[in-house]
């Protein structure tokens, strides 16, 4: 017989979406007016996961970044750095 076992004040982890995971808490770290640089040799790292990555954030907290791409263009970028600008 399977026994469930209730348990309390066992906190919750916040949502985490597809391919997320604790390597954007970098971001937590950046001032105001620091950037990053990601390209096609960035490991574990993509141009558009990224970009996604940033929007959601700029819409979910106080802080917020902007996007320029480096190299390629917006649809398709090969290379884009990140400024956090708030």
Excluded: L
Excluded at 19 to 40: A, L, P, R, V
């Amino acid at each position: 017989m399977n026994i469930i076992t209730i348990e309390k004040n066992i906190p919750m982890p916040e949502i985490c979406g597809r391919g997320c995971s604790q390597k954007y808490n970098f971001m937590d770290t950046m001032e105001i007016g620091d950037s990053f640089y990601i390209n096609g040799n960035t490991p574990d790292f993509s141009t558009t996961t990224v970009r996604s990555h940033v929007y959601k954030r700029n819409a979910e907290t106080e802080q917020s970044y902007t996007i320029r791409t480096m190299k390629g263009n917006s649809s398709k970028p090969q290379a884009i750095r990140v400024w956090r600008t708030k």
